[in-house]
């Protein structure tokens, strides 16, 4: 099952670009049926996805680092939602979804968590590391906060070819307190690139408290000295994310500097699946999960409003299902690199 299947039966990724008109109808009314259906698929995607992810670690065939989005997709879903093609998107290692929402097939993605050879690096990057420039997915970054150094130089680069295009760099809020954040902060505003910085804030980061470990708690304040305007977000609800994202790409493109999103969102799972969260209360991610579900809430919206029953809806969660075990399936049947692979992509001669 590849890209064309998932593409078709999701009604995913490519047709999810809506015109500027659109775009304040959504804004002013609330998103319609059609909006509504495409964010409900987009998160199942991910939520599925990672969930079998994490099952696949669990029986060893992910090995090293894996950090599951679960609980986070309305972040990603309502920020892809309102860029444009060509836009580019560059995160941290906590990525899965963001390559989902970016378009890549789920099939590479797997394979590659499994590091298998028909993954996006040819197996050779696993969960942190992968790439797609076809689908302008500058990749997940293990080292933290160097994904907002690099896409603050992709917008650089678009500000060089004046090509009205938009980078987005996500980072967390253990990210936040990173000098190399500042620097590119200072960069970003000094020549006013068109770059906006996604603070997904969980909470928690590796697995501090963010009230334990930064003294300003409102991260999306933390550009003020630069002069770079931000915004709290509820992260949780991917209508308020796509407005932010709306004003906050439209301020960028317009050549108006860099903007700060902060999206208080929140983790389910360990910071990593090594991470056994006992930091937390199972009360307290038992609350959110009840009562703040991203899904959930464009689950209750769909019903409420008529647009789809509970039948419908379970049909779509069982064809994304299918999706995912097929990309799993695809995973396992695709062999591990040849050792000659550890020689590619390592050193380039220059006569």
């Not at 991910?46 to 065939?61: H, I, P, T, V």
């Not at 090995?63 to 941290?92: K, P, R």
């Not at 896409?151 to 809020?173: E, H, I, M, S, W």
């Not at 647009?307 to 995912?324: G, N, R, S």
Request: neutral net charge; charged residues 25%; contains cysteine.
């Amino acid at each position: 099952m590849g890209a064309r299947r998932f593409y078709f039966a999701c009604e995913l990724m490519t047709s999810k670009r809506t015109s500027k008109t659109t775009a304040s109808k959504s804004a002013a009314k609330g998103a319609g049926k059609d909006e509504l259906l495409q964010y409900y698929r987009e998160m199942l995607m991910m939520r599925r996805f990672e969930e079998k992810a994490g099952q696949l670690y669990g029986m060893g065939l992910i090995a090293g680092f894996c950090h599951l989005y679960i609980g986070q997709e309305a972040v990603v879903t309502g920020i892809q939602a309102a860029l444009e093609e060509g836009d580019q998107v560059i995160t941290g290692y906590r990525d899965h979804a963001h390559m989902l929402a970016c378009g890549m097939d789920p099939n590479g993605v797997m394979a590659e968590l499994t590091g298998r050879e028909g993954g996006y690096s040819r197996g050779k990057g696993g969960s942190m590391h992968m790439f797609s420039r076809d689908k302008q997915f500058y990749g997940g970054h293990g080292i933290v906060g160097a994904q907002v150094a690099l896409g603050t130089g992709l917008a650089f680069a678009d500000r060089y070819k004046d090509n009205k295009k938009v980078a987005v760099a996500y980072f967390g809020d253990g990210a936040a307190n990173q000098g190399q954040v500042y620097e590119s902060f200072n960069m970003a505003k000094l020549w006013d690139l068109p770059v906006v910085y996604v603070i997904e804030n969980n909470q928690y980061a590796m697995g501090t408290s963010v009230k334990r470990a930064s003294s300003e708690t409102a991260l999306h304040k933390r550009g003020i000295s630069f002069g770079i305007p931000g915004e709290e977000v509820d992260g949780m609800d991917v209508e308020a994310v796509k407005r932010a994202a709306e004003k906050a790409v439209k301020h960028a493109r317009d050549g108006n500097g860099p903007y700060i999103l902060e999206m208080k969102t929140y983790r389910y799972r360990g910071h990593s699946m090594s991470d056994p969260a006992k930091y937390r209360t199972r009360e307290e991610v038992d609350d959110i999960r009840s009562h703040h579900d991203p899904i959930d809430l464009i689950k209750k919206r769909l019903i409420e409003g008529k647009h789809a029953t509970e039948d419908e809806l379970k049909a779509f969660d069982k064809d994304v299902k299918a999706i995912v075990n097929a990309a799993a399936q695809f995973a396992k049947d695709s062999p591990e690199p040849d050792p000659s692979e550890l020689y590619t992509d390592v050193l380039v001669e220059v006569s």
